[in-house]
Nanobody
Framework: QVQLVESGGGLVQPGGSLRLSCAAS????????MGWYRQAPGKQRELVAQ???????NYAHSVKGRFTISRDNAKNTLYLQMNSLKPEDTAVYYC?????????WGKGTLVTVSS
């Protein structure tokens, strides 16, 4: 079965950095576009970044220039490098794949940006 396991979240001060990872299993990782989403308290889940099989990327306007999505197909792992973090980046971050028209989500990792 498909499993997505996020890691790397935590508490960081404004201006700091974190690197999230998503380990995928149960799918042929290299043939699917992947994405990171986030959900802040009291808000809807929103797209943060996407990466195609050819490593083309797309970002939400709010994170463009600060976050970088990447993938390592040899390790079946998706990454999100987050720099210059702001309090409004506080959220649970989820890894996502649409595999054969089925949406799969990880359980998420909490990122808290606070002084």
């Amino acid at each position: 079965q498909v499993q997505l396991v996020e890691s790397g979240g935590g508490l960081v001060q404004p201006g700091g950095s974190l690197r999230l990872s998503c380990a995928a299993s149960g799918i042929i990782f290299s043939i699917y576009p992947m994405g990171w989403y986030r959900q802040a308290p009291g808000k809807q889940r929103e797209l943060v970044a996407q990466i195609t099989t050819g490593s083309s990327t797309n970002y939400a306007h709010s994170v463009k220039g600060r976050f970088t999505i990447s993938r390592d197909n040899a390790k079946n792992t998706l990454y999100l490098q987050m720099n210059s973090l702001k309090p409004e980046d506080t959220a649970v971050y989820y890894c996502h794949v649409d595999a054969r028209a089925i949406d799969y989500w990880g359980k998420g990792t909490l990122v808290t940006v606070s002084s």
